[in-house]
């Protein structure tokens, strides 16, 4: 674990999804108590920080998404005492406590909308944004929700429309009004006085919209749909030039980092749903004023056969430049990357060689509790789905829930997670590959795990230093080469599942050991077994 103040930068982000992570209280839904007592545990991983999902009041539409008091906790995870308990035992850990702010919208049971939508004349009146219907009652314009349907619902108290980009009870704050700006940031400080080392920051590019609300363009017939969202829902079908990624937002942002340099050691990480992913992440991470890091959606969606791979890294230098990405393979919103990616690949061998690629980028990463295992996504029934974006997009999109399923601690048939049934069902299939099963089985995926994180965060040019692509003479190889104040390391990537050979150069000064892959060098001619990466220094 690094004690540096930027500590983000290639440090090791362990999420945690607070619902289903541990449940301390017996009520079936994980709290930070829960959390609390697992810290440990996450320590042993040798990752730098912790980041929680919302644990902020909430109704619990989106699952804390939808936040109605942004300086409290949900009763259902405890107190702001908890929360302190937790940040004080983590910190004694050695790891860094980051939240996840979720300020372009809010609840609609927030008492700032409750206010907003009386009339049109109350002091919270421009807080939301709010619109006249068109000539003939029909909404603003032809702006989407990312969960169905328009973004704009008719509010019959105040008698206009309000945009919200989720569900409709997330309605969408108004960041032209400066009002708005300052509270979040008042907000933010909260957090920031009591100790937390870093915000996710949600949907941090939606946080402005366009005055002129004007429509959205089509994606013309043979263009891409570029959104990343699944491609059958309507939401893909435009390009989203109005109602997100304003121009505005970066002086926003700029005064968010002024702030946050306040508080030395302190970061934020950026998640952006664009057209232009990369494009963005450029602009809201370059030149040290805006945010630290942003999430990349790269390798959230697509199978990757390594010339996507290398298009990836390719796309990211050229566009990116000094940028700071944040790697992800899995998160609570998409299905796990082990059955994603990794449907017809051994399933301990193919999560540990994944993790060894984002390990190797330039750029941050996260991990999402249960990756160290190898989970497969678990199997909702119908009768069990919670997650309201599954429902209008049911059966084609089945929602979020098989990511979200309790964490699973023994093979106890509730995974040691509770002593109830809890809010989703555990998955039986993931019972055998237990924390406690991994544990007591010194060759099982946990301890790979482990040792690939620990050795890699001993390796200052793979938390630092700059990327580039080797041409090597296997197309299924990925050969990076890393470079951080003049030491140069080599890294070769066997992603299939065949063993695979490649002539990789005569400037090798000396193989790397530690990180528990094989590989065998003859002379410049490299073998990788099945799933096997290869380190060396280079002269
Ligand atoms: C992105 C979050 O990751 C997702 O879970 C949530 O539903 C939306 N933002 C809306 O806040």
């Known amino acids: 674990m690094t004690t540096t103040l930027n500590w983000w930068k290639g440090g090791v982000i362990y999420q945690i999804y607070p619902r289903s992570f541990m449940d301390a209280n017996g009520d079936g839904i994980g709290d930070l108590a829960g959390i609390t007592s697992k810290l440990d545990y996450v320590a042993s991983l040798g990752v730098d920080a912790i980041w929680l999902s919302p644990i902020f009041t909430s109704p619990m ?21 908890d929360f302190k308990a937790l940040i004080d035992r983590a910190h004694e850990l050695g790891l860094k406590v980051m939240i996840d702010q979720v300020i372009s919208h809010s609840a609609d049971s927030h008492p700032w909308f409750e206010e907003s939508r009386q009339d049109k004349t109350n002091p919270k009146a421009d807080w939301y944004v709010w619109s006249d219907p068109k000539p003939d009652g029909s909404p603003p314009n032809n702006w989407l929700s990312i969960f169905g349907g328009s973004a704009w619902k008719w509010d019959s108290r105040r008698l206009q429309y309000y945009l919200h980009n989720f569900l409709e009870s997330q309605p969408d704050f108004n960041f032209h009004n400066p009002d708005v700006r300052k509270a979040h940031l008042e907000n933010m400080r909260f957090w920031l006085d009591m100790g937390v080392d870093g915000f996710r920051l949600d949907t941090v590019n939606f946080y402005f919209h366009s005055e002129g609300l004007e429509d959205n363009p089509p994606v013309l017939p043979g263009e891409p749909k570029t959104m990343g969202a699944p491609h059958d829902n309507p939401y893909t079908y435009q390009r989203h030039v109005y109602d997100l990624s304003r121009p505005e ?15 030395p050691g302190t970061t934020t990480v950026g998640e952006i749903g664009d057209d232009f992913p990369l494009k963005r992440m450029a602009e809201y991470t370059s030149g040290g004023d805006k945010l630290h890091m942003a999430y990349t959606f790269d390798f959230l969606n697509k199978p990757h056969a390594p010339d996507y791979i290398r298009d990836v890294l390719k796309n990211m230098q050229e566009i990116v430049g000094d940028g700071w990405p944040c790697w992800a393979l899995s998160n609570h919103d998409v299905v796990r990357s082990r059955t994603r990616w990794g449907a017809n690949e051994d399933g301990e061998a193919y999560p540990l060689i994944t993790l060894a690629l984002i390990l190797s980028l330039r750029g941050s990463v996260c991990l999402y509790q249960g990756e160290e295992l190898g ?17 209008p997009l049911w059966p084609v999109f089945k929602g979020r829930d098989g990511c979200r399923t309790p964490m699973v ?32 089985n010194p060759d099982a995926l946990l301890h790979k795990v482990r040792k690939l994180i620990h050795w890699r965060q001993q390796q200052p040019v793979l938390v630092n230093g700059e990327l580039s692509q080797r041409d090597v003479d296997n197309a299924q190889l990925i050969a990076l080469v890393r470079e951080y104040q003049g030491e140069r390391l080599l890294v070769v990537l066997n992603m299939t599942g065949e063993s695979q050979q490649a002539t990789v150069g005569n400037d090798i000064a000396a193989e790397l050991q530690g990180h528990g892959f094989t590989s065998s060098l003859n002379g410049q001619t490299l073998t990788l077994p099945a799933y096997q990466a290869f380190f060396a220094k280079l002269s």
């Open 249 to 263: 937002n970066l002086d926003f942002l700029k005064d968010m980092r002024a702030m946050m340099d306040e508080y």
């Open 61 to 81: 539409k989106d699952f804390g998404y939808d936040v109605s008091d942004y300086c409290d906790i949900d009763p259902m995870f405890g107190t702001l005492a």
């Open 375 to 391: 989970l497969p996504e678990a199997d909702v029934p119908f009768e069990r789905i919670q997650d309201p974006y599954g429902i």
């Open 409 to 440: 601690w023994d093979k106890s048939p509730l995974g040691g997670f509770s002593t109830v049934e809890p809010w989703l069902p555990v998955s039986k299939e993931q019972l055998p590959l237990s924390v406690a099963e991994q544990e007591a």
